[in-house]
Structure formats: structure tokens, C-alpha cells
């Protein structure tokens, strides 16, 4: 009994395997393979949390799917009125920006101020103007739906939107790891390490670091490749745009 409670204290007292993982990449779906592989003490559990994140808010709520808007211009004497369309580069944008941004596109191409949008920041819902003689056509895109506003096609005055604006469509960034275990989201197992909402603005740079580690299971003994995912609350991956993603973790033995 005794020999038994020596090695115990022994194992206590032992010092721990600690250390920590550094991973870089321009994509927010990648796989670092590890040459040699860092083999565990079989004997031992071992634990992850994320220490540090750093990057730039580059995911864009505008992408191919929304950042075209669908014009009619209604020419005097004719029944048929003349169809066009103003893109915009795929970024982050908001409610003002988009205005800033078409008023000017619609200048380039002999326009006026065709249509504006308001944010309502009591129903946070959006007020569209449209100039006499103009249309906007929602139903070809993803814009309208972004902006509250039904799949229709709206002539000259004013529209409040049905829905409030998801201009921002992200509410949480969920940082998952394959060899972490132990966690869960609405009851279904999820290798999420870390999860925050960034502090900054769009096109700001974002370092998170962690106030208090969450430290999670490790699956196995030996780690030979970790993917690694940045997506969104609904686990969609996001789009950083060409910009680095490094992230730290500290590994430690139990």
C-alpha cells in the first residue's frame, strides 16, 4: 500500500509535458501535417486550448451571390424599359458604404442618386428611396433579402423592409480543431475550441486572446496533422480574403 501511494506521489509530482503549437495560413480550412509526428505519453492525457488568434476582419457580408444591384429605367414613349446593373467589389460593407459606393457607380454611368437606403435603428429595419422613373429589381439576388426586403421589384417612393437588415450575417466565430474533443453545440459533438465575436471593425486587425483558457480533451497519442476551420455560427467557412490566420495553442499533459 504504501509503494503504491510513493508512486502515486511520484506521478504527482513528476514535472508535465507542456508545450505549444503555432499555425499559420491564408485559408480558414487547412491541414498542418507534422514530420516527425509528436508522439503523447500513452500513459498520460493530454489537454488543448487556444491562447492566441490573430488576423484582420476580412470576411465580407457582400460576395458574388449579393453585390449586384438590378436596375429598370423607365424611358418616356416606350413601353419597354431599359435594363441595367451596378456591381460592387466583394468586401465588408455597411448601410452607409453601400450608398457611398452605388451613388458612385451610378455617377460613373451617367446616373443620379437613383435609390438610398436608411438603417431605422429602433425596428433596425431599412428605408429605401427610389427616384422617379427608376426600378430596383430584388428578385435575382441575395441583396434585397440582405436588406430585409421581399423578391419583388419596387418602382419610385418609399419601402420599409419587411424583415429587420442582416447586413452583418455572422454573429459568433467558431474556432474548431480536429483533436480536440469534448465539446458540443445544440447537442450534437463539434471540435470547437473557442468561440468570439470580433471587438473591431470590418478591415481592423483581430487579436483574441483568450482571458481564460478552455482547455478540451486531446483524442489519441499522437498527433501526425490537425485541420483546422474557421467558420461561422452555422459552420459555413469564412472567406479571409488572401489574409494570414495564425493561431496558437498550448498542449499540456493532465
Known amino acids: 500500500m504504501t509503494e503504491e501511494i510513493l ?6 509530482t513528476k514535472p508535465k509535458q507542456s508545450f505549444q503549437i503555432i499555425l499559420s495560413s491564408k485559408l480558414t480550412n487547412f491541414n498542418t501535417k507534422f514530420n516527425p509526428p509528436i508522439h503523447l505519453n500513452k500513459d498520460s492525457s493530454y489537454e488543448i486550448a487556444l491562447v492566441n488568434l490573430e488576423t484582420y476582419y476580412s470576411f465580407p457580408n457582400i460576395d458574388k451571390n449579393n453585390n449586384t ?14 435594363r441595367f446593373s451596378v456591381r460592387i467589389p466583394i468586401g465588408s460593407y455597411e448601410i452607409d458604404d453601400l450608398n457611398k459606393v452605388f451613388a458612385d457607380k451610378l455617377k460613373r454611368e451617367g446616373h443620379g442618386k437613383v435609390v438610398t437606403f436608411t438603417p431605422n435603428l429602433n425596428t433596425l429595419k431599412c428605408i429605401m428611396k427610389i427616384e422617379d422613373g427608376y426600378q430596383i429589381n430584388f428578385r435575382k439576388n441575395e441583396l434585397g433579402a440582405l436588406l430585409g426586403f421581399s423578391r419583388d421589384i419596387y418602382s419610385k417612393g418609399y419601402y420599409k423592409s419587411k424583415l429587420p437588415i442582416n447586413i452583418n450575417n455572422i454573429s459568433s466565430i ?12 445544440n447537442g450534437v459533438t463539434r471540435p470547437i475550441i473557442y ?6 471593425s470590418p478591415g481592423y486587425k483581430i487579436v483574441e486572446n483568450p482571458r481564460n483558457l478552455v482547455y478540451l480533451p486531446i483524442a489519441g497519442n499522437m498527433i501526425d496533422h490537425i485541420n483546422t476551420k474557421i467558420t461561422d455560427q452555422d459552420f459555413n ?3 479571409s480574403r488572401g489574409e494570414n490566420i495564425t493561431l496558437r495553442f498550448h498542449i499540456r499533459e493532465v
Do not use: H, T
Request: charged share 20%.
Open 237 to 239: 467557412e469564412l472567406n
Open 69 to 82: 444591384l438590378y436596375f429598370r429605367k423607365l424611358v418616356k414613349n416606350s413601353g419597354i424599359p431599359e
Open 174 to 185: 467558431f474556432i474548431n480543431i480536429d483533436i480536440a474533443s469534448g465539446s458540443y453545440v
Open 7 to 12: 508512486k502515486q506521489i511520484a506521478k504527482n
Open 195 to 200: 468561440s468570439f465575436f470580433p471587438e473591431v
